[in-house]
């Protein structure tokens, strides 16, 4: 596999993964959408992801900085890959 599809491919993960976390930040703002099937699909797949930081750093005042840690933490890990493929 040329370090060009390698690159596209560590992209497109990230930018979907980023997408179901803005969709599920999205819909904790929108509790019908919380609780519809979209909405639960997302936090399906996001919870197992974010739990474990919601251990380690409990929410503040109603407010979960997870989301934003792993997404930090994801853009990181993204810079890395390509640094390594390019």
Known sequence: MKKAQIR???????????????????SSWIPELRSSGLGSFIHGVTDPVLAPIDKLLPSMGGFSFSVIILWFALGWVRNQLLRKFS
């Open 8 to 26: 596209s491919i560590i992209n497109w993960v990230y930018y979907i993964v980023v997408g179901f976390l803005l969709a599920r930040v999205v």
